[in-house]
C-alpha cells in the first residue's frame, strides 16, 4: 500500500507540475508574435498606407496601417491570427481595397510595435478603442468586420456590442478551450486557460448578417466548428465552403476569392417565399396508401 501512495503523490505531484506550467506557458503555446522595431518601415507593392499610433487608457500603444482605396465605399476593419505582425498579414488587405474598400489593420498588444501586457480583457478593450476610431470617421452601415482564425474571437465580440453592416469569420473557432480540449482533454482548462474566447457565446448576440468561411481540410480548426457556429444563429448567418481548403490556404483558392466578392459586393435582398414548397411535406408511405 505504501507504493501505491508514492506512486499517487508522484501522480498528483505531475499532474499539478503540468497546470502550472500550462498556466504560465500558453502564451507562448497560443502567441506567435513578430516584433518590429520602432523605426520600422512598412512597405507594400501597389497599395497606398497610413501608418498610425492608438495610445490605450494603460499606456500601452496599439500599432496598425490603413490600406487606402480610391473612393471608398466602406472600412473593413481586419483582425488577424495569432502569428507574425501586420508587416506580413498586409499583403491580404488588397482583397478588400481592389473592392473599393479602405481596410484597418492592427497589431495586438506584443505583437510588431505594439505594447503593453497582453490579456483577453485588454486586447477587447483595444479592439473597441479602435472600432470606436474607425466610428468617427465613418459611420456603422459603412464597417466591415472581419475575423480570421484567433481573430474570429474578437471580432465575434466586437460585433456583438456593436452594429456593423456585417461580420466576417474566417476558419473560425468555437472556443479556444475546445481547441486546447482536443489536445489536453485530462487538464482542467476552464480554470488554467486565460484565454477561452467563447465565439459561440457571443455570437449570440450579434444582430448584423454573419459570413463564415471555412475549409473542409482544415486540420487545426475543423470544418464542422464552423457547422456549428452557424446554427447559433441561422436566420442571420450563411455558411461557405471552401473544398479542399486548409487553414492557412484559403486565399490561394480561386473559390474563396469569388465568396469574398459575393459577400461583400451583393447588397443582401428579401426571399420571396410565397408559391415555393417551403410549407411542403413528404407524406409517409402509410398516408399515402390511406389515400
Known amino acids: 500500500m505504501q507504493n501505491w501512495h508514492y506512486i499517487l503523490l508522484i501522480v498528483l505531484l505531475a499532474y499539478i507540475l503540468i497546470s502550472v506550467s500550462l498556466y504560465f506557458l500558453q502564451d507562448y503555446f497560443l502567441f506567435k508574435p513578430e516584433k518590429l522595431s520602432k523605426d520600422f518601415q512598412f512597405f507594400y507593392d501597389n497599395q497606398e498606407i497610413e501608418e498610425y499610433n492608438v495610445e490605450t487608457r494603460d499606456g500601452a500603444i496599439i500599432n496598425g496601417l490603413r490600406f487606402k482605396a480610391q473612393n471608398p465605399k466602406g472600412v473593413v476593419f481586419y483582425l488577424k491570427g495569432n502569428s507574425k505582425s501586420i508587416k506580413g498579414w498586409g499583403k491580404f488587405a488588397v482583397d478588400f481595397t481592389r473592392h473599393g474598400y479602405d481596410v484597418i489593420m492592427v497589431d495586438y498588444r506584443g505583437f510588431g510595435k505594439s505594447t503593453g501586457r497582453r490579456t483577453q480583457k485588454a486586447v477587447k478593450r483595444d ?55 482536443k489536445y489536453i482533454p485530462f487538464m482542467p482548462l476552464s480554470l488554467l486557460i486565460k484565454f477561452p474566447m467563447p465565439t459561440y457565446k457571443w455570437l449570440k448576440y450579434v444582430n448584423c448578417p454573419i ?13 464542422k466548428t464552423s457547422v456549428k457556429l452557424s446554427k447559433i444563429k441561422p436566420e442571420l448567418t450563411k455558411l461557405y465552403t471552401v473544398i479542399g481548403g486548409g487553414h492557412k490556404n484559403l486565399n490561394t483558392f480561386e473559390s474563396y476569392h469569388k465568396m469574398l466578392t459575393e459577400i461583400i459586393t451583393t447588397k443582401p435582398r428579401k426571399v420571396n417565399l410565397e408559391g415555393s414548397s417551403i410549407n411542403v411535406r413528404h407524406s409517409s408511405k402509410r398516408a399515402n396508401a390511406k389515400a
Do not use: C
Open 211 to 223: 459570413h463564415i468561411i471555412h475549409g473542409t481540410d482544415d486540420r487545426l480548426i475543423p470544418y
Open 127 to 181: 479592439m473597441q478603442v479602435i472600432y470606436n476610431k474607425i466610428k468617427e470617421k465613418v459611420t456603422e452601415k459603412y464597417i466591415i468586420l472581419y475575423g480570421r482564425s484567433m481573430g474570429s474571437g474578437f471580432a465575434a465580440k466586437l460585433a456583438s456590442m456593436n452594429n456593423p453592416r456585417m461580420l466576417i469569420l474566417d476558419a473560425p473557432y468555437y472556443s479556444l478551450s475546445k481547441v486546447a480540449k
